[in-house]
């Protein structure tokens, strides 16, 4: 049986610009989903979902996952039509919008697969692989979450528009600082809200271009602020930045509600993290003390939340 994993992510800051060729910052977290692959006496492939999810995720996201997994074997030039694989799906990371679900279970099944084909590929095509996996969930992904899947760290990434190579650079944050995410419970489809965005660049060019704006001057602030470790900085950042993400239409009214909860609760700052119009919502709270009242705050509300790191 062969193995492979790929973590989970939070977009720290720049989720949907990211599409449009600017820069982003995500961290990946601890969380990973596991694939365990072998071959099966029958042709064709099989795949068994033991990941933890959202209510609905799994069943939601099952047509795409089949065209995924179909795209990742494509590109790693495997035929199953004689003989077949079981995936077998697991880990610790929930099977959420928000937390780059899609693309972890896409890193962690082209390292499976590499390590069962012998395929001797390096991160940089396994990377290519998980972005290929994407797609059947997507459409046209940035890149971003696949790349925080398979290389993890906390990283600025920038696609190229050209589909030359992106780019991405690993930085570093003076220590990892305490955060809590909460989750709305509602599933988002990244292909849909994405095409919303593009629709709302079309009608209204001038409001985009000035959220644009802004956010390309935030970004510099923002990098400069996690490098350093000022996290009242930071947190000021990623309010700003939801406010963006309010004008592109792509947040909602749980996801506000789990914003202004933290906030309300000592949170240095809060945003919506990924797709929108549900998945999840992460605050910036340094310090032990302030993450157990935050992550209290928000189950009180009666939304799911955990607690973690980035950095
Ligand atoms: C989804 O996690 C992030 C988006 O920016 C889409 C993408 O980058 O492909 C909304």
Redo the contacts with the bound molecule.
């Keep these: 049986m062969a193995v492979g994993s790929g973590s989970g992510k939070l ?1 720290l800051f720049g ?2 610009f ?2 449009f060729g600017l820069p982003a910052i995500v961290s990946a977290i601890g969380s990973k989903t596991v694939a365990s692959i072998e071959f099966k006496d029958s042709p064709g492939w099989q795949v068994e979902d033991n990941r933890p999810e959202t209510l609905g995720y799994k069943k939601e996201k099952f047509s795409q996952q089949k065209a995924s997994i179909d795209l990742i074997l494509k590109a790693a030039g495997v035929d199953v039509s004689k003989k077949g694989i079981k995936i077998v799906l697991g880990g610790d990371l929930q099977a959420a919008s928000g937390v ?1 679900a899609s693309a972890a279970s896409c890193a962690a099944i082209a390292r499976a697969l590499n390590d069962l084909y012998s395929l001797k590929l390096d991160n940089r095509k396994i990377n290519e692989l998980a972005f290929e996996g994407e797609k059947g969930y ?1 459409g046209t ?2 890149g ?2 696949n790349t925080a899947a398979v290389f993890g760290g906390l990283l600025v990434f920038k696609k190229d528009l050209q589909l030359g190579k992106n780019s991405i650079e690993l930085i570093k944050a003076r220590k990892p600082v305490e955060v809590v995410v909460g989750n709305t419970g509602l599933t988002s489809d ?1 292909k849909f809200v ?1 095409g919303e965005v593009k629709k709302l660049k079309e009608e209204n060019p001038v409001k985009f271009n000035e959220a644009v704006k802004k956010y390309q001057r935030l970004l510099i602030s923002a990098r400069v602020s996690i490098e350093q470790g000022d996290w009242k900085k930071a947190g000021g950042l990623l309010d700003e930045n939801h406010a963006l993400l309010q004008q592109l239409a792509v947040s909602c009214k749980e996801l506000d509600l789990l914003v202004d909860t933290a906030r309300q609760a000592g949170a240095f700052g809060a945003k919506m993290t ?2 929108g119009r549900g998945g999840l919502m992460f605050a910036l709270t340094p310090g032990k003390q302030l993450q157990d009242k935050v992550l209290d705050a928000v189950k009180l509300q009666g939304f799911e939340a955990f607690a973690t790191t980035i950095g």
Excluded: M
Aim: hydrophobic share 35%; proline share 7%.
């Design positions: 977009i989720e949907h990211v599409v780059g997507h992904p940035s971003i979450d990244t994405v990924g797709t």
